[in-house]
Structures are given as structure tokens and as C-alpha cells.
T-cell receptor, first 111, second 115 residues
Framework: RKEVEQDPGPFNVPEGATVAFNCTYS??????FFWYRQDCRKEPKLLMS???SGNEDGRFTAQLNRASQYISLLIRDSKLSDSATYLC????????????FGSGTKLNVKP | DTEVTQTPKHLVMGMTNKKSLKCEQH?????MYWYKQKAKKPPELMFV???????INESVPSRFSPECPNSSLLNLHLHALQPEDSALYLC??????????????FGDGTRLSIL
């Protein structure tokens, strides 16, 4: 079983739509959670860390559910510029030097 | 602008060449990483240095040799690579704080092509 699993998509949505991605993790010792965005042929860029109480940054909301071992990312009012691959990344306290990546979810926002 | 600087941006080399990839950060991060990324796949961990010591080697072939000369620099020495080693090589760094890792910051990568 993979450490981190994501729906690869693609998610094709119109501009202005709300879209949600989920990511599940298998290690209950996981302690740090992140969403990264990666554009084609570019490096991953940190979008946001995910905190236990959930957190919001503009149009982006991240949630953590420890009981069910998943994290989510909600994007409201999608823009064309949101088109990218979104990577879920998890770090655990039993091997804090290692970050586990999901396979990424591709988002295409259409005009 | 990325705070992790990688050079060169592009590299084409033959299978018998020796070359090095370089990575530099001045954020005071004490964990540094090398990843390999193929198209449409997530980054695949190769090596981790923690406080300038190699802490993780993900069974990487010996034709890849990492080096961490000091807390700001990370090198990846390449020798006798194979065509399947063509990929984007990403360097990342993160702050170690209280036994956990803060998020990684990535350089913009070296696109490597093996002829």
C-alpha cells in the first residue's frame, strides 16, 4: 500500500467552479502535511501547510482529518491560472527526514 | 524567485562523461535533498542530508554520488549515466525544528539528458 494516495484526475472544471481534492495517508505517525502546486516542467511550490484545525488562504482551504487519515484541498472560484498538478506531501515523526508524495492530481480550469 | 539555487539549468551529457549538479541555499536549512522526477510522476527521493551527514540513500545506483561540503551546499556527482537517467533533478531544503521537518523548498531543477 502506498504511503500517500491521491486521485490522479484530471479534474476538468470551468472558471469560477469550486473543486476539492482528497489525499489519504497510511501512517498514523504522520505529523506534517502540505499541499504543493507544480506547473508543467517546473519545480513544486509550496501552496500551504495543513494544520489540525484547518486553514484558509484566500480561495484555498485545507483540512485535516486524523481519524480517517486524509487531507483535503478546496479551491473556490477557480481561475485559469490554477491549472496545475497538486501534490499532497506527508512527513511522519518516525522518519522525519523523509517526505512522502502523492502521485499528484491534475487540474485543468477551462474558460 | 526560488531561494534554492540549482546549476546548471540544463545539462546534456554522454554516457561516459563525468559532471556535477550543484545546489545552494542560504536559509539556514539543515536538511537537504536530491529528487529525480520523470514526466507525469511525482518527485522520487534519492538522498537526504541532515546536518551535513547522509541520512537516507534510497538505494540509488553508485553512478550517482552525493556530497554535502557545508550546510549551504549540496552536490550530485554523475558518472557513466544511462539514458533512463534522463530526468529533472530537483534539490530541496527544509528547516529541522523540534524533531520535525518544516516544509521543503525546491530549486527549479536541472533538466538532464543522457545521450
Amino acid at each position: 500500500r502506498k504511503e500517500v494516495e491521491q486521485d490522479p484526475g484530471p479534474f476538468n472544471v470551468p472558471e469560477g467552479a469550486t473543486v476539492a481534492f482528497n489525499c489519504t495517508y497510511s501512517n498514523s505517525a504522520s505529523q506534517s502535511f502540505f499541499w504543493y502546486r507544480q506547473d508543467c516542467r517546473k519545480e513544486p511550490k509550496l501552496l500551504m501547510s495543513v494544520y489540525s484545525s484547518g486553514n484558509e488562504d484566500g480561495r484555498f482551504t485545507a483540512q485535516l482529518n486524523r481519524a480517517s487519515q486524509y487531507i483535503s484541498l478546496l479551491i473556490r472560484d477557480s481561475k485559469l491560472s490554477d491549472s496545475a498538478t497538486y501534490l499532497c506531501v506527508v512527513n511522519s515523526r518516525d522518519n522525519f527526514n523523509k517526505f512522502y508524495f502523492g502521485s499528484g492530481t491534475k487540474l485543468n480550469v477551462k474558460p | 524567485d526560488t531561494e534554492v539555487t540549482q546549476t546548471p539549468k540544463h545539462l546534456v551529457m554522454g554516457m561516459t562523461n563525468k559532471k556535477s549538479l550543484k545546489c545552494e541555499q542560504h536559509m539556514g536549512h539543515r536538511a537537504m535533498y536530491w529528487y529525480k522526477q520523470k514526466a507525469k510522476k511525482p518527485p522520487e527521493l534519492m538522498f537526504v542530508y541532515s546536518y551535513e551527514k547522509l541520512s537516507i540513500n534510497e538505494s540509488v545506483p553508485s553512478r550517482f554520488s552525493p556530497e554535502c561540503p557545508n550546510s549551504s551546499l549540496l552536490n550530485l556527482h554523475l558518472h557513466a549515466l544511462q539514458p533512463e537517467d534522463s530526468a529533472l533533478y530537483l534539490c530541496a531544503s527544509s528547516r529541522i525544528q523540534g524533531g520535525s521537518n518544516q516544509p521543503q523548498h525546491f530549486g527549479d531543477g536541472t533538466r538532464l539528458s543522457i545521450l
